[in-house]
């Protein structure tokens, strides 16, 4: 798992209600990522974070939000849980040298009633 | 808007014999390109990458070919394996920027005995 630790591992939570993702590292890598799987998208990007307090949107940011106060902890925020959110949400980290792969957490699968 | 296609949704194929996944994809300022493997409930793993100043990237079993011209890259796999059998997605990246992946709806492949 790279020393990737995704919690919680499983959620259901309804709608309009708040919920926070947390992803925690090992490896002190400057890169960390939020993405979500879904049928027919492949994954696709959340928000990403270069570094502490520095954070950036991805392609599907809207209703999400992101907050990274430490090198090893990424936090994504669903201030009003949809059901269009309903997904499984994967952190990744990069080391940021040169062409390093993304390594990848094993998944929060959330659903929203 | 689809930058990277995976056109086959599946595949399946006997063991011992070649399993070719394809990707195409249509930004041209991609210079980056890897493939990664997923089992349920686990999160993506990197399998093999290639520049795209190289046309040829072998890894073991795993070879992965990147032709510019037509935007499309493939992933070999030989012999092909029970335990091969996940999803495969091709991910594509412009350098620099963050390196953020952008994925393909995936391929299931399945290694039958």
């Known amino acids: 798992d790279a020393g990737i630790t995704q919690s919680p591992r499983h959620k259901v939570t309804e709608t309009g209600t708040p919920v926070t993702l947390r992803c925690h590292q090992t490896?002190?890598?400057?890169?960390m990522y939020w993405y979500r799987q879904d049928p027919g998208h492949g994954l696709r990007l959340i928000h990403y974070?270069?570094?502490?307090?520095?954070?950036d949107k991805g392609e599907v940011s809207d209703g999400y939000s992101v907050s990274r106060s430490k090198t090893e902890d990424f936090l994504l925020t669903l201030e009003s849980a949809t059901s269009s959110q309903t997904s499984v949400y994967f952190c990744?980290?990069?080391?940021?040298?040169?062409?390093?792969?993304?390594?990848f957490g094993n998944g929060t699968r959330l659903t929203v009633t | 808007d689809q930058q990277v296609k995976q056109n086959s949704p599946s595949l399946s194929v006997q063991e011992g014999r070649i399993s070719i996944l394809n990707c195409d994809y249509t930004?041209?300022?991609?210079?980056?390109f890897l493939w990664y493997k997923k089992y349920p409930a686990e999160g993506p793993t990197f399998l093999i990458s290639i520049s795209s100043i190289k046309d040829k990237n072998e890894d073991g079993r795993f070879t992965v070919f990147l032709n510019k011209s037509a935007k499309h890259l493939s992933l070999h796999i030989v012999p092909s394996q029970p335990g091969d059998s996940a999803v495969y997605f091709c991910?594509?990246?412009?350098?620099?920027?963050?390196?953020?992946?952008?994925f393909g709806t995936g391929t299931q492949l399945k290694v039958e005995l």
């Open positions: 990744a980290i990069r080391s940021g040298t040169g062409n390093s792969p993304l390594h």
């Open positions: 991910a594509a990246v412009i350098t620099g920027g963050g390196n953020k992946l952008t």
């Open positions: 930004n041209s300022m991609f210079d980056y």
């Open positions: 974070s270069y570094g502490v307090k520095d954070t």
């Open positions: 490896e002190n890598h400057r890169y």
